[in-house]
């Protein structure tokens, strides 16, 4: 896929971002974190709403092949683009808001969100493959259930009301980490599989684009929220 979507194109989406939020978490300041944080944000939603409200509709007045065409250019990118960009606007708001003093009693709070986000993404990934019941599928998922589990009963015992706001920030975050980990990422993943095959299927393709866009389009509204609430979480 890599190669599809150009290597140079890969290592520039996927490295810098990460470099420029490894930095931010260990030599960076208080504002050289808030730029990554908030550029990633940026970056992740502007690309969404421009799938779900420009893109989208422009395509789905194509034919079948001609969507297929679009989404066999679009999909190698995207697949590597927006994952990086959701990672470092995640990763870099959660260490941002507990070294500004807004996330009180964070650790028990940081474990259910991660339970709530890893639960659901390997159950929705397995099952967009037909995979539920496939050795390898149980093996993961019971691997992110048991240190999961050991994280909350770990760290429950702690557990205190955080900030109104942040709890609502963890669940809008919940909410698009599920729908693009779990929902949007696999069906690239599908898309690409179907591209490569010896027949490909363009009306597969086209389906599992358009519902792409749209689901790109529901994350730009989820993060137009996100975008209000942290307002209220900075000032």
């Given at each position: 896929?890599?190669?599809?979507?150009?290597?140079?194109?890969?290592?520039?989406v996927?490295?810098?971002?990460?470099?420029?939020?490894?930095?931010?978490?260990?030599?960076?300041?208080?504002?050289?974190?808030?730029?990554?944080?908030?550029?990633?944000?940026?970056?992740?939603?502007?690309?969404?709403?421009?799938?779900?409200l420009?893109?989208?509709?422009?395509?789905?007045?194509?034919?079948?092949?001609?969507?297929?065409?679009?989404?066999?250019?679009?999909?190698?990118k995207?697949?590597f683009?927006?994952?990086?960009?959701?990672?470092?606007?995640?990763?870099?708001?959660v260490?941002?808001?507990?070294?500004?003093?807004?996330?009180?009693?964070?650790?028990?709070?940081i474990?259910?969100?991660?339970?709530?986000?890893?639960?659901?993404?390997?159950?929705?990934?397995?099952?967009?493959?037909d995979?539920?019941?496939?050795?390898?599928?149980?093996?993961?998922?019971?691997?992110?259930a048991?240190?999961?589990?050991?994280?909350?009963?770990?760290?429950?015992?702690?557990?205190?009301?955080?900030?109104?706001?942040?709890?609502?920030?963890?669940g809008?975050v919940?909410?698009?980490?599920?729908?693009?980990?779990?929902?949007?990422?696999?069906?690239?993943?599908?898309?690409?599989?179907?591209?490569?095959?010896?027949?490909?299927?363009?009306?597969?393709?086209?389906?599992?684009?358009?519902?792409n866009?749209?689901?790109?389009?529901?994350?730009?509204?989820?993060?137009?929220?996100?975008?209000?609430?942290?307002?209220?979480?900075?000032?």
């Amino acid at each position: 896929m890599a190669n599809r979507a150009n290597p140079a194109f890969v290592a520039g989406v996927v490295a810098v971002p990460l470099v420029a939020l490894a930095y931010g978490l260990t030599a960076g300041s208080v504002q050289q974190l808030t730029y990554v944080h908030v550029m990633a944000g940026v970056l992740w939603s502007g690309i969404d709403l421009f799938m779900g409200l420009v893109l989208g509709p422009v395509v789905g007045g194509l034919a079948v092949t001609q969507r297929a065409a679009v989404f066999r250019r679009l999909t190698p990118k995207t697949t590597f683009l927006l994952p990086s960009l959701a990672l470092v606007t995640v990763f870099g708001g959660v260490t941002l808001a507990r070294r500004l003093g807004k996330f009180p009693h964070a650790d028990p709070w940081i474990a259910l969100l991660s339970t709530a986000i890893a639960v659901p993404v390997v159950l929705l990934f397995a099952a967009q493959f037909d995979a539920l019941t496939d050795r390898r599928t149980l093996a993961v998922f019971g691997v992110v259930a048991v240190g999961h589990a050991a994280w909350l009963f770990r760290t429950l015992p702690e557990f205190a009301m955080t900030s109104h706001v942040i709890a609502a920030a963890l669940g809008i975050v919940a909410a698009l980490s599920v729908l693009g980990f779990g929902v949007l990422l696999p069906g690239e993943l599908r898309m690409y599989r179907e591209m490569t095959a010896e027949d490909p299927d363009e009306e597969v393709i086209s389906t599992i684009g358009m519902r792409n866009a749209k689901l790109a389009g529901v994350q730009g509204v989820l993060q137009l929220a996100i975008i209000f609430v942290m307002v209220y979480v900075r000032f």
